[in-house]
């Protein structure tokens, strides 16, 4: 089910260049293919501004926000590919077209959104300089991103306005049309409404410091969030000159007050910031949940391997297992040292009430860093008969499964979403 959403993804896109295509192959196979290729480019730039605004109701047809996220940025490069397509083999109709001073401005500002959108979705793609340390900052990033509407508003006006030859089939502009609204309001309702709309308020019970890892929790402030455990919301703190929202996971199972615990890692200059900014009392917003990483009963033998942060979504589904669970479980927390296993003795608890889960925590300062072989140790029962849910950095998991596969132990399926999400 999770190919649902990107396969109509793919195929409303292809239709637009087939419908592009088809309607001026008349004029000539440049003429047609240049007409394909920008209306494709209309197309994957609708769908992006489309989910971005994150409905939940659509996780399922991709497999977790995650995943859409990494559609969207990949439909912003296929749009900036076939939009330099489009303006090599720019369509020859002068001789066939009544030309208009609108049509003609509509054709001067297409070259504004084409340079416009090869800055932005450059940044967007790079954010990290390559070979380097540099790191483009998170508010400047955003601050460029939120631009992108303003240039695909430009981008919709070029396409309706350009001047067209006289009896053209009007369905392909009316396809463009449609998806250009689409795409124009998914872009103000992030802009304006969704910040209004969608977080829940929430106060800060209290905040407590392990090491590089900050905890808060905090209690609803009117109706409670459902959530299931492995599940992440955005948080945002406004009072605190905090405005971005980031996303982090729910570190605990649901209970009856709604209540929400997050551990937070200081990673970047958001997350630095929170300790020094926060303190009881003060207010808090939060949107979701979001993700599709959670507890799956029906699987009978699993292993959870964790890296450093990663460890929140596991300590959720720790927190909420049951007696009537009979699942093997075992636990496995990949640390720098003893003193980042910030949640070590919580663990311990969770694990001597359920027969079914033992944990294991592997501080590569006293034994070197986790490895395949080690982890094979680890588990009393085969993995290649089990299933591996991983949460942490993506080279840990690389390395691992790639040592796993190695030794004929690589696990029957592996389950995770992309860390950097967090």
């Not at 992108?148 to 006289?166: E, I, N, R, S, W």
């Not at 949107?287 to 979504?313: D, H, M, N, S």
Request: hydrophobic share 50%; with cysteine.
């Amino acid at each position: 089910m999770h190919l649902t959403g990107p396969l109509l993804a793919t195929l409303a896109t292809l239709y637009a260049a087939l419908l592009g295509a088809q309607t001026y192959a008349a004029y000539g196979l440049e003429t047609a293919l240049g007409m394909a290729l920008g209306a494709a480019s209309i197309a994957a730039m609708s769908l992006a501004l489309l989910l971005s605004i994150r409905p939940r109701w659509a996780e399922p047809f991709f497999g977790g926000l995650d995943r859409m996220y990494g559609l969207h940025k990949w439909l912003g490069i296929a749009a900036l590919a076939l939009m330099l397509g489009h303006n090599t083999l720019e369509p020859e109709l002068e001789g066939v077209v009544r030309e208009t001073r609108l049509g003609e401005f509509a054709a001067d500002v297409g070259e504004v959104a084409l340079n416009g959108f090869i800055g932005l979705i450059l940044l967007s793609w790079i954010k990290r300089i390559p070979f380097t340390r540099l790191e483009l900052p998170w508010p400047v990033w955003r601050l460029t991103h939120r631009f992108t509407g303003l240039l695909f508003a430009v981008a919709a006006f070029h396409q309706f306005a350009v001047d067209k030859p006289a009896g053209v089939d009007t369905t392909l502009g009316l396809y463009l049309n449609v998806l250009c609204a689409a795409g124009l309001a998914a872009w103000l309702y992030t802009q304006l409404l969704a910040p209004l709309l969608r977080p829940r308020g929430f106060v800060l019970e209290s905040i407590d410091r392990y090491d590089a890892v900050t905890e808060l929790k905090l209690r609803p402030e009117g109706r409670a969030m459902r959530w299931r455990p492995g599940q992440f919301a955005f948080v945002t703190t406004p009072g605190a000159g905090l405005a971005d929202a980031h996303p982090f996971t729910i570190a605990g199972a649901p209970d009856a007050s709604g209540s929400l615990r997050f551990d937070i890692k200081a990673l970047g200059g958001w997350t630095r910031r929170l300790p020094q900014r926060l303190a009881p009392g003060q207010h808090l917003r939060i949107e979701g949940p979001y993700g599709r990483f959670v507890f799956r009963k029906r699987v009978q033998r699993q292993v959870w391997l964790a890296g450093g942060i990663g460890i929140t979504p596991f300590l959720a589904w720790a927190e909420a297992l049951r007696a009537s669970d009979q699942q093997e479980i075992v636990l496995v927390w990949a640390v720098t040292s003893r003193a980042e296993a910030f949640v070590a003795a919580r663990l311990a608890d969770l694990a001597a009430g359920h027969p079914g889960l033992t944990v294991h925590i592997v501080a590569s300062s006293e034994s070197g860093r986790l490895t395949a072989a080690r982890l094979v140790s680890l588990v009393p029962f085969a993995l290649r008969d089990c299933e591996l849910f991983y949460c942490g950095p993506t080279g840990l998991r690389e390395t691992i499964v790639a040592g796993l596969e190695a030794l004929a132990q690589r696990p029957r399926r592996i389950h995770y979403e992309a860390f950097e999400l967090r």
